[in-house]
Protein backbone atom coordinates (compact mmCIF):
# COMPACT_ATOMS: atom_id res chain seq x y z
CA UNK A 1 0.00 0.00 0.00
CA UNK A 2 0.99 3.42 -0.21
CA UNK A 3 1.63 6.62 1.85
CA UNK A 4 -0.97 8.69 1.20
CA UNK A 5 -3.23 5.67 2.20
CA UNK A 6 -2.71 7.23 5.96
CA UNK A 7 -3.72 11.11 5.02
CA UNK A 8 -6.64 13.31 4.51
CA UNK A 9 -6.25 14.36 1.28
CA UNK A 10 -4.79 18.38 0.47
CA UNK A 11 -8.70 19.23 -0.13
CA UNK A 12 -11.33 21.77 1.56
CA UNK A 13 -14.19 19.35 1.99
CA UNK A 14 -15.95 21.82 3.11
CA UNK A 15 -16.37 24.29 0.18
CA UNK A 16 -16.17 22.91 -3.11
CA UNK A 17 -18.03 23.30 -6.34
CA UNK A 18 -19.30 19.89 -7.06
CA UNK A 19 -17.74 17.86 -10.51
CA UNK A 20 -15.02 19.87 -10.59
CA UNK A 21 -12.32 18.33 -8.37
CA UNK A 22 -11.55 14.30 -9.18
CA UNK A 23 -9.55 12.47 -6.51
CA UNK A 24 -6.02 11.29 -7.39
CA UNK A 25 -6.68 8.25 -9.10
CA UNK A 26 -8.23 6.99 -12.21
CA UNK A 27 -9.03 3.79 -13.48
CA UNK A 28 -8.83 2.48 -17.15
CA UNK A 29 -9.47 -0.38 -19.38
CA UNK A 30 -9.23 -1.38 -22.93
CA UNK A 31 -11.66 -2.95 -25.25
CA UNK A 32 -9.39 -4.56 -28.75
CA UNK A 33 -10.42 -7.26 -30.64
CA UNK A 34 -13.26 -8.42 -29.11
CA UNK A 35 -11.89 -8.54 -25.58
CA UNK A 36 -11.74 -6.04 -22.18
CA UNK A 37 -8.23 -5.76 -21.18
CA UNK A 38 -7.58 -5.63 -16.95
CA UNK A 39 -8.47 -2.68 -15.67
CA UNK A 40 -5.13 -0.22 -14.58
CA UNK A 41 -5.35 2.02 -12.21
CA UNK A 42 -2.95 5.19 -12.31
CA UNK A 43 -2.58 8.66 -11.42
CA UNK A 44 -5.70 11.08 -12.75
CA UNK A 45 -4.11 12.21 -16.02
CA UNK A 46 -4.92 13.76 -19.97
CA UNK A 47 -5.62 10.87 -22.15
CA UNK A 48 -4.57 11.07 -25.58
CA UNK A 49 -6.74 9.99 -28.36
CA UNK A 50 -6.84 10.74 -32.12
CA UNK A 51 -9.03 13.29 -33.89
CA UNK A 52 -10.33 10.48 -35.96
CA UNK A 53 -11.52 8.39 -32.48
CA UNK A 54 -15.39 7.72 -32.79
CA UNK A 55 -16.20 9.32 -30.08
CA UNK A 56 -15.98 12.67 -31.21
CA UNK A 57 -17.86 12.21 -34.06
CA UNK A 58 -21.37 10.02 -33.33
CA UNK A 59 -21.93 9.76 -30.19
CA UNK A 60 -21.09 6.56 -28.73
CA UNK A 61 -20.60 7.43 -25.13
CA UNK A 62 -22.35 6.22 -22.35
CA UNK A 63 -22.01 7.44 -18.82
CA UNK A 64 -23.01 6.08 -15.41
CA UNK A 65 -23.18 7.89 -11.97
CA UNK A 66 -23.33 6.18 -8.05
CA UNK A 67 -22.00 7.68 -4.98
CA UNK A 68 -20.04 5.60 -1.94
CA UNK A 69 -20.76 6.47 1.59
CA UNK A 70 -18.82 6.45 4.67
CA UNK A 71 -21.25 3.90 7.07
CA UNK A 72 -22.09 4.37 10.50
CA UNK A 73 -19.51 1.44 11.26
CA UNK A 74 -17.09 3.10 8.85
CA UNK A 75 -17.03 0.76 6.26
CA UNK A 76 -17.25 2.07 3.02
CA UNK A 77 -21.00 1.35 1.02
CA UNK A 78 -21.50 1.68 -3.23
CA UNK A 79 -25.10 2.36 -3.07
CA UNK A 80 -26.69 -0.36 -5.63
CA UNK A 81 -23.39 -0.98 -7.46
CA UNK A 82 -24.89 -4.18 -9.36
CA UNK A 83 -27.89 -2.05 -10.39
CA UNK A 84 -25.73 0.69 -11.46
CA UNK A 85 -24.02 -2.49 -13.69
CA UNK A 86 -26.85 -3.33 -15.27
CA UNK A 87 -28.45 -0.67 -16.13
CA UNK A 88 -24.74 0.29 -17.62
CA UNK A 89 -25.00 -2.79 -19.51
CA UNK A 90 -28.47 -1.94 -21.02
CA UNK A 91 -27.08 1.59 -22.12
CA UNK A 92 -24.73 0.35 -23.75
CA UNK A 93 -26.21 -2.48 -25.65
CA UNK A 94 -28.44 -0.05 -26.80
CA UNK A 95 -26.04 2.15 -28.39
CA UNK A 96 -24.14 -0.48 -29.95
CA UNK A 97 -21.27 -0.83 -27.73
CA UNK A 98 -20.15 -3.78 -26.01
CA UNK A 99 -21.09 -4.95 -22.56
CA UNK A 100 -18.38 -4.67 -19.38
CA UNK A 101 -18.17 -8.05 -17.31
CA UNK A 102 -19.46 -7.39 -13.81
CA UNK A 103 -15.84 -8.14 -12.52
CA UNK A 104 -14.60 -5.19 -14.49
CA UNK A 105 -17.53 -3.07 -13.07
CA UNK A 106 -17.27 -4.20 -9.99
CA UNK A 107 -13.98 -4.98 -8.82
CA UNK A 108 -12.39 -2.25 -10.72
CA UNK A 109 -14.68 0.24 -8.41
CA UNK A 110 -13.79 -1.46 -5.27
CA UNK A 111 -9.75 -1.38 -5.90
CA UNK A 112 -10.00 2.34 -7.49
CA UNK A 113 -12.04 3.40 -4.20
CA UNK A 114 -9.98 0.91 -1.55
CA UNK A 115 -6.95 3.09 -2.89
CA UNK A 116 -9.03 6.45 -2.69
CA UNK A 117 -10.77 5.28 0.64
CA UNK A 118 -9.46 8.87 2.21
CA UNK A 119 -11.86 10.53 -0.01
CA UNK A 120 -14.45 8.69 1.33
CA UNK A 121 -14.84 11.01 4.59
CA UNK A 122 -17.15 10.30 7.95
CA UNK A 123 -19.73 13.00 7.09
CA UNK A 124 -23.40 12.34 6.78
CA UNK A 125 -23.61 15.38 4.08
CA UNK A 126 -21.01 13.73 2.32
CA UNK A 127 -20.25 11.37 -0.50
CA UNK A 128 -17.78 10.08 -2.97
CA UNK A 129 -19.46 10.11 -6.58
CA UNK A 130 -18.05 8.04 -8.56
CA UNK A 131 -18.46 8.29 -12.69
CA UNK A 132 -17.65 5.18 -15.19
CA UNK A 133 -18.23 5.97 -18.72
CA UNK A 134 -17.19 4.07 -21.97
CA UNK A 135 -16.32 5.91 -24.95
CA UNK A 136 -15.75 4.72 -29.24
CA UNK A 137 -12.15 5.24 -29.44
CA UNK A 138 -11.70 3.31 -32.69
CA UNK A 139 -10.09 5.55 -35.44
CA UNK A 140 -12.50 5.62 -38.42
CA UNK A 141 -14.37 8.52 -40.08
CA UNK A 142 -16.95 5.94 -41.71
CA UNK A 143 -20.61 5.73 -39.70
CA UNK A 144 -20.38 2.45 -37.61
CA UNK A 145 -20.32 1.16 -34.36
CA UNK A 146 -16.70 1.07 -32.91
CA UNK A 147 -14.33 -1.64 -32.54
CA UNK A 148 -12.45 -0.55 -30.04
CA UNK A 149 -13.07 1.54 -26.67
CA UNK A 150 -12.26 3.12 -23.14
CA UNK A 151 -13.70 2.25 -20.21
CA UNK A 152 -13.01 4.53 -17.61
CA UNK A 153 -14.19 5.99 -13.66
CA UNK A 154 -13.25 9.30 -12.07
CA UNK A 155 -13.82 9.89 -8.51
CA UNK A 156 -15.27 13.41 -7.54
CA UNK A 157 -16.27 14.64 -4.30
CA UNK A 158 -19.95 15.81 -3.07
CA UNK A 159 -21.63 17.41 -0.40
CA UNK A 160 -25.50 17.23 0.20
CA UNK A 161 -26.65 20.80 0.00
CA UNK A 162 -29.87 21.93 0.86
CA UNK A 163 -31.87 22.06 -2.80
CA UNK A 164 -33.91 24.80 -2.61
CA UNK A 165 -37.25 23.89 -3.72
CA UNK A 166 -37.00 24.45 -8.04
CA UNK A 167 -39.83 26.25 -10.30
CA UNK A 168 -40.09 24.25 -13.29
CA UNK A 169 -41.61 25.24 -16.49
CA UNK A 170 -43.25 22.27 -18.45
CA UNK A 171 -41.53 22.00 -22.08
CA UNK A 172 -43.70 22.34 -24.83
CA UNK A 173 -41.85 22.84 -28.29
CA UNK A 174 -38.59 20.51 -27.04
CA UNK A 175 -38.73 16.84 -26.18
CA UNK A 176 -36.25 14.93 -24.43
CA UNK A 177 -37.07 11.48 -25.90
CA UNK A 178 -38.85 9.49 -28.32
CA UNK A 179 -40.47 6.50 -27.78
CA UNK A 180 -38.12 4.31 -29.83
CA UNK A 181 -35.31 6.29 -29.23
CA UNK A 182 -32.36 6.31 -26.90
CA UNK A 183 -33.71 7.84 -23.89
CA UNK A 184 -33.78 4.85 -21.22
CA UNK A 185 -29.75 4.83 -22.24
CA UNK A 186 -27.42 6.85 -20.24
CA UNK A 187 -25.94 8.23 -23.66
CA UNK A 188 -23.88 11.44 -24.27
CA UNK A 189 -26.56 12.93 -26.66
CA UNK A 190 -29.57 12.90 -24.62
CA UNK A 191 -28.04 15.50 -22.41
CA UNK A 192 -26.12 17.81 -25.29
CA UNK A 193 -29.52 17.98 -26.96
CA UNK A 194 -31.41 19.05 -23.71
CA UNK A 195 -28.61 22.10 -22.92
CA UNK A 196 -30.28 24.32 -25.26
CA UNK A 197 -34.17 24.07 -23.98
CA UNK A 198 -32.44 23.93 -19.87
CA UNK A 199 -30.79 27.29 -20.71
CA UNK A 200 -33.96 28.96 -22.17
CA UNK A 201 -35.76 27.94 -18.98
CA UNK A 202 -33.07 29.55 -17.20
CA UNK A 203 -32.98 32.93 -19.03
CA UNK A 204 -37.05 32.86 -18.44
CA UNK A 205 -36.47 32.69 -14.76
CA UNK A 206 -36.52 28.74 -14.16
CA UNK A 207 -34.96 26.24 -12.77
CA UNK A 208 -35.66 23.19 -14.41
CA UNK A 209 -37.89 21.70 -17.30
CA UNK A 210 -40.56 18.92 -17.31
CA UNK A 211 -40.25 17.12 -20.01
CA UNK A 212 -43.59 15.77 -22.06
CA UNK A 213 -43.58 12.88 -24.04
CA UNK A 214 -43.03 13.32 -27.96
CA UNK A 215 -45.96 12.37 -29.53
CA UNK A 216 -48.80 13.37 -28.01
CA UNK A 217 -46.92 16.55 -25.84
CA UNK A 218 -49.56 15.25 -22.59
CA UNK A 219 -47.79 13.33 -20.95
CA UNK A 220 -44.57 14.33 -18.10
CA UNK A 221 -41.72 11.93 -18.80
CA UNK A 222 -38.77 13.32 -16.58
CA UNK A 223 -37.70 16.73 -15.17
CA UNK A 224 -34.44 18.09 -16.31
CA UNK A 225 -32.13 14.69 -16.02
CA UNK A 226 -34.67 13.21 -13.05
CA UNK A 227 -37.02 11.11 -12.78
CA UNK A 228 -40.36 13.06 -11.66
CA UNK A 229 -43.26 11.99 -8.55
CA UNK A 230 -45.82 13.36 -7.04
CA UNK A 231 -47.90 12.14 -3.82
CA UNK A 232 -51.15 13.21 -4.09
CA UNK A 233 -53.68 13.47 -0.89
CA UNK A 234 -50.21 12.75 1.18
CA UNK A 235 -50.34 9.14 0.72
CA UNK A 236 -50.45 8.35 -3.19
CA UNK A 237 -46.69 8.15 -4.71
CA UNK A 238 -47.60 8.68 -8.53
CA UNK A 239 -45.04 8.91 -10.90
CA UNK A 240 -45.02 8.04 -14.78
CA UNK A 241 -44.29 4.51 -15.95
CA UNK A 242 -41.19 3.83 -17.50
CA UNK A 243 -40.58 3.20 -21.34
CA UNK A 244 -38.01 3.76 -23.77
CA UNK A 245 -38.01 7.06 -23.31
CA UNK A 246 -37.59 7.60 -19.46
CA UNK A 247 -34.70 6.57 -18.07
CA UNK A 248 -34.34 3.76 -15.45
CA UNK A 249 -33.35 5.73 -12.29
CA UNK A 250 -32.32 3.58 -9.28
CA UNK A 251 -33.32 6.52 -7.24
CA UNK A 252 -36.70 6.56 -8.46
CA UNK A 253 -36.84 2.51 -7.91
CA UNK A 254 -35.51 3.41 -4.32
CA UNK A 255 -38.40 5.31 -3.76
CA UNK A 256 -40.77 3.23 -5.09
CA UNK A 257 -39.89 0.34 -2.27
CA UNK A 258 -39.88 2.52 0.35
CA UNK A 259 -42.82 4.05 -0.08
CA UNK A 260 -44.60 0.87 -0.33
CA UNK A 261 -43.19 0.13 3.21
CA UNK A 262 -44.37 3.77 4.51
CA UNK A 263 -47.34 2.48 3.84
CA UNK A 264 -48.12 4.81 0.54
CA UNK A 265 -49.54 3.47 -2.49
CA UNK A 266 -48.04 3.24 -5.35
CA UNK A 267 -48.98 4.37 -9.17
CA UNK A 268 -46.81 3.41 -11.93
CA UNK A 269 -48.93 5.38 -14.99
CA UNK A 270 -49.29 7.75 -17.63
CA UNK A 271 -49.53 11.32 -16.23
CA UNK A 272 -51.27 13.57 -18.44
CA UNK A 273 -49.96 17.20 -17.06
CA UNK A 274 -53.39 18.21 -17.30
CA UNK A 275 -54.15 16.12 -14.56
CA UNK A 276 -51.59 17.75 -12.27
CA UNK A 277 -52.49 21.12 -12.86
CA UNK A 278 -56.28 20.15 -12.54
CA UNK A 279 -55.70 18.60 -9.43
CA UNK A 280 -53.59 21.78 -7.87
CA UNK A 281 -56.48 24.15 -9.38
CA UNK A 282 -58.86 21.99 -7.32
CA UNK A 283 -57.48 22.70 -4.26
CA UNK A 284 -55.91 19.31 -3.96
CA UNK A 285 -52.79 18.62 -2.11
CA UNK A 286 -49.87 17.59 -4.40
CA UNK A 287 -46.49 17.39 -3.64
CA UNK A 288 -43.69 16.96 -6.98
CA UNK A 289 -40.17 16.21 -7.01
CA UNK A 290 -37.30 15.11 -8.84
CA UNK A 291 -35.28 12.12 -8.02
CA UNK A 292 -31.96 11.24 -8.60
CA UNK A 293 -28.31 10.30 -7.70
CA UNK A 294 -27.18 13.60 -7.45
CA UNK A 295 -29.64 14.92 -4.84
CA UNK A 296 -32.15 12.50 -4.23
CA UNK A 297 -35.17 14.26 -4.14
CA UNK A 298 -35.28 17.67 -5.52
CA UNK A 299 -38.81 19.17 -3.95
CA UNK A 300 -40.46 20.89 -6.84
CA UNK A 301 -42.36 24.54 -5.33
CA UNK A 302 -43.95 26.00 -8.91
CA UNK A 303 -45.17 24.00 -11.88
CA UNK A 304 -45.47 26.51 -15.20
CA UNK A 305 -47.85 25.45 -17.99
CA UNK A 306 -48.45 27.43 -21.00
CA UNK A 307 -47.67 30.22 -19.22
CA UNK A 308 -49.89 29.73 -15.71
CA UNK A 309 -48.36 28.88 -12.52
CA UNK A 310 -49.37 26.02 -10.09
CA UNK A 311 -48.15 25.95 -6.15
CA UNK A 312 -47.04 22.34 -5.24
CA UNK A 313 -47.30 21.18 -1.24
CA UNK A 314 -44.15 21.94 0.17
CA UNK A 315 -44.38 21.99 4.28
CA UNK A 316 -42.26 19.88 6.69
CA UNK A 317 -44.59 17.31 7.10
CA UNK A 318 -44.47 16.56 2.77
CA UNK A 319 -44.35 12.87 2.06
CA UNK A 320 -41.24 12.92 0.20
CA UNK A 321 -38.89 14.44 3.13
CA UNK A 322 -40.33 11.32 4.47
CA UNK A 323 -38.85 9.22 2.25
CA UNK A 324 -35.62 11.09 1.58
CA UNK A 325 -34.86 10.67 4.91
CA UNK A 326 -35.32 6.69 4.59
CA UNK A 327 -33.15 6.34 1.35
CA UNK A 328 -30.60 8.19 3.16
CA UNK A 329 -30.99 6.26 6.23
CA UNK A 330 -30.52 2.93 4.16
CA UNK A 331 -27.44 4.13 2.69
CA UNK A 332 -25.31 5.13 6.10
CA UNK A 333 -26.55 2.01 7.92
CA UNK A 334 -29.32 3.61 9.99
CA UNK A 335 -32.17 1.97 8.58
CA UNK A 336 -32.34 -1.93 7.64
CA UNK A 337 -31.13 -2.54 4.07
CA UNK A 338 -33.85 -4.68 3.59
CA UNK A 339 -33.22 -5.06 -0.66
CA UNK A 340 -29.26 -5.81 -0.47
CA UNK A 341 -28.85 -2.33 -2.18
CA UNK A 342 -26.16 -1.64 0.28
CA UNK A 343 -22.42 -3.15 -1.31
CA UNK A 344 -20.14 -2.83 1.60
CA UNK A 345 -16.17 -3.24 0.60
CA UNK A 346 -13.96 -4.87 2.76
CA UNK A 347 -11.26 -3.01 4.25
C1 LIG B 1 -29.34 9.34 -14.32
C2 LIG B 1 -30.67 9.87 -14.68
C3 LIG B 1 -31.78 9.78 -13.82
C4 LIG B 1 -31.69 9.29 -12.40
O1 LIG B 1 -31.17 8.03 -12.27
P1 LIG B 1 -30.55 7.58 -10.87
O2 LIG B 1 -30.19 6.17 -11.10
O3 LIG B 1 -31.61 7.72 -9.86
O4 LIG B 1 -29.40 8.47 -10.60
C5 LIG B 1 -33.01 10.18 -14.29
N1 LIG B 1 -33.16 10.71 -15.52
C6 LIG B 1 -32.12 10.85 -16.36
C7 LIG B 1 -32.35 11.41 -17.70
C8 LIG B 1 -30.84 10.44 -15.96
O5 LIG B 1 -29.81 10.59 -16.78
Redesign the pocket.
Known amino acids: MNQTETQRPDFDFENFTFGVQSTDRMLVAAYQKGEWSAYRISPVQAISLSPLAMCFHYGQTVFE ?2 KAFRMADGKINVFRMES ?1 WK ?1 MNRSLERMAMPPLPQDLFMEGIEELLKQESDWVIDDPEYSLYIRPFVIATEKKLGVDASQEYLFMVVLSPMRAYYNKPLKVKVETDYI ?1 AARGGA ?1 AA ?1 NGG ?2 GASLLPQINAKKAGFDQIIWLDAKEKQFIE ?1 S ?4 ILFILDGNRLVTPALSDS ?8 SLLKLAEEEGFSVEERPIAIEEICQRIENGERVEAFG ?4 AVISPIETISYNGKSYGTYLAADAGMYRLKNQLSSVRVGKHPDKYGWNHLLDT
Do not use: P, Q, S, V
Request: hydrophobic share 25%; aromatic share 4%.
Open positions: GLHRRGKNYEGTMNILDGITRDAGTA
